[in-house]
């Protein structure tokens, strides 16, 4: 059985890791030079690698956006080969980290064809989780692409929710996705307030929504997009616990790029204050 929560993962007989906060798993990342609004040349994209060194990530999903205002800039190849000559700069550099293929995908009718021809990358290219992205001016329902991802055996990860301001605003709605294996992708920077007021607060209201969660960056430099997973980390562990911040800043990321089933926080495990 693969533990949907803490208890059934403690029940399992592992334990859940422990240790210093090293080791995090990126899967949301804009970190390939020149390609979207990520760094615009190799020595930024070097720089941006070693802040996320620094902040103690190991492994970075790259996801530079796809579909919407960037379809047609670039095509899955073009990442894939980006990919691979960063790990090879990063070997150069000296850096520790090691880079994976993906995309930030823009919501799109077309996506679960476009995942089958290849054309649109997954988490990793492992084809179990999307990183899907709504157009933040407006609100546009998803829920009618995600049995066609189902059917392909592939769960969304709704990225920043808390920065979207109609689901900041009406947290409720996530719920509506929960048959449809949706899980949320939360930005290290919204916990520490860096996205402002209401970001901040909606971060710790969706942290407790009834579905898998994980953190990740959404970096895109090293100034005002700056990882600040570590950040996250201490927030969280102080606020909700050193599990439970284990499971959203490391152990849901890494099953995510690992293509496993990500786990669930233990709802009666967290300080009343953040139910809300
Ligand atoms: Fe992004």
Redesign the pocket.
């Known amino acids: 059985m693969i533990p949907r929560s803490k208890r059934q993962f403690e029940a399992s007989g592992r334990s859940l890791p422990t240790g210093p906060t090293a080791g995090f798993t990126d899967v949301?990342c804009?970190c390939l030079p020149g390609l979207d609004d990520g760094p615009s040349d190799r020595i930024k994209t070097l720089d941006l690698c070693r802040a996320l060194a620094a902040d103690g990530i190991e492994t970075v999903v790259a996801?530079p956006?796809q579909l919407g205002r960037f379809e047609g800039c670039y095509d899955a190849g073009t990442i894939r080969d980006a990919v691979a000559e960063l790990n090879g700069s990063l070997r150069d550099a000296g850096i520790p980290l090691t880079i994976l293929p993906g995309a930030?995908v823009r919501l799109d009718e077309r996506i679960p064809r476009l995942i089958e021809t290849g054309d649109v990358l997954t988490v990793a290219d492992r084809r179990r989780y999307l990183l899907l992205?709504l157009p933040h001016e407006v609100f546009i329902d998803p829920q009618s692409l995600l049995p066609g991802l189902a059917s392909i055996g592939v769960a969304a990860i709704l990225?920043h929710p808390e920065r979207h301001v109609h689901l900041a605003r009406n947290p409720g709605l996530v719920e509506r996705w929960v048959e449809f294996d949706m899980c949320l992708q939360l930005t290290a920077g919204s916990f520490g307030g860096g996205f402002g007021q209401l970001s901040q607060d909606a971060a710790w209201t969706f942290v407790c929504a009834p579905m898998p969660i994980l953190v990740a960056t959404?970096a895109h430099d090293t100034a005002g997009r700056s990882p600040r997973m570590s950040e996250a980390y201490r927030l969280l562990a102080r606020r909700l616990g050193t599990d439970s911040a284990r499971i959203l800043c490391v152990e849901n990321p890494r099953r995510a790029v690992e293509g496993k089933e990500l786990l669930m926080l233990a709802r009666d495990d967290m300080p009343r204050e953040v139910i809300r």
Request: glycine letters at 0%.
């Open positions: 949301h804009h996801t956006h930030d992205e990225t959404d």
